[in-house]
T-cell receptor, first 113, second 114 residues
């Protein structure tokens, strides 16, 4: 079974630029999560989708972050404009349902300079 | 809202020694509990989970954890560690019902010394 795929693995951008991350969840998984993991901290949930609807985006900085889940499958997370404090690893995860095991991708390491 | 506290940010142990990584949670409702491991430059991998039933849960790589409802704890243990266990370990909690947001602790870095 293929795992959660994320791209790119690494990205370096200058502040005020925009960036987008892509995630392909495990086939058939209805729930998709985007987490932000700052160095030395635990992952923080940014947004949770159930199929193509948003379940929770309470910690998403909506003035600069946006996310969509096309047709309830792939998802993209965008940051525009980026700030230095956005430097982190962005993890995508998926699960069959909301309360079952979440499977994580390898993450995208973003460095904003 | 749920929260998780991992009581140790770093735990150094010698190879083949036992280890316990501590996790306490806070929630006003019933929860599911998880331990994840993160190796360098990797995503998170599930070690074990408590959903219901026996409070002693066995996971991969020889790890186990015990759910203690009265102490709101879910400590992770291994009787004999190996160099390959060096990693970051995260405890996480989600609600059984309602919006099942998975909330993580700050992590514990386990370092195995030869």
């Amino acid at each position: 079974e293929a795992g959660v795929a994320q791209s790119p693995r690494y990205k370096i951008i200058e502040k005020r630029q925009s960036v987008a991350f892509w995630c392909n969840p495990i086939s058939g998984h209805a729930t998709l999560y985007w987490y932000q993991q700052i160095l030395g901290q635990g992952p923080k949930l940014l947004i949770q989708f159930q199929n193509n609807g948003v379940v929770d985006d309470s910690q998403l900085p909506k003035d600069r972050f946006s996310a969509e889940r096309l047709k309830g499958v792939d998802s993209t997370l965008k940051i525009q404009p980026a700030k230095l404090e956005d430097s982190a690893v962005y993890l995508c995860a998926s699960s069959q349902q909301e309360n079952t095991e979440a499977f994580f991708g390898q993450g995208t390491r973003l460095t904003v300079v | 809202a749920q929260s998780v506290t991992q009581l140790d940010s770093q735990v150094p142990v010698f190879e083949e020694a036992p280890v316990e990584l501590r996790c306490n949670y806070s929630s006003s409702v019933s929860v599911y509990l998880f331990w994840y491991v993160q190796y360098p430059n990797q995503g998170l991998q599930l070690l074990l989970k408590y959903l219901s039933g026996s409070t002693l849960v066995k996971g991969i790589n020889g790890f186990e954890a015990e759910f203690n409802k009265s102490q709101t704890s879910f400590h992770l243990r291994k009787p004999s560690v190996h160099i390959s266990d060096t990693a970051e370990y995260f405890c996480a909690v989600s609600r059984v019902q309602g919006a099942q947001k998975l909330v993580f602790g700050q992590g514990t870095r386990l370092t195995i010394n030869p």
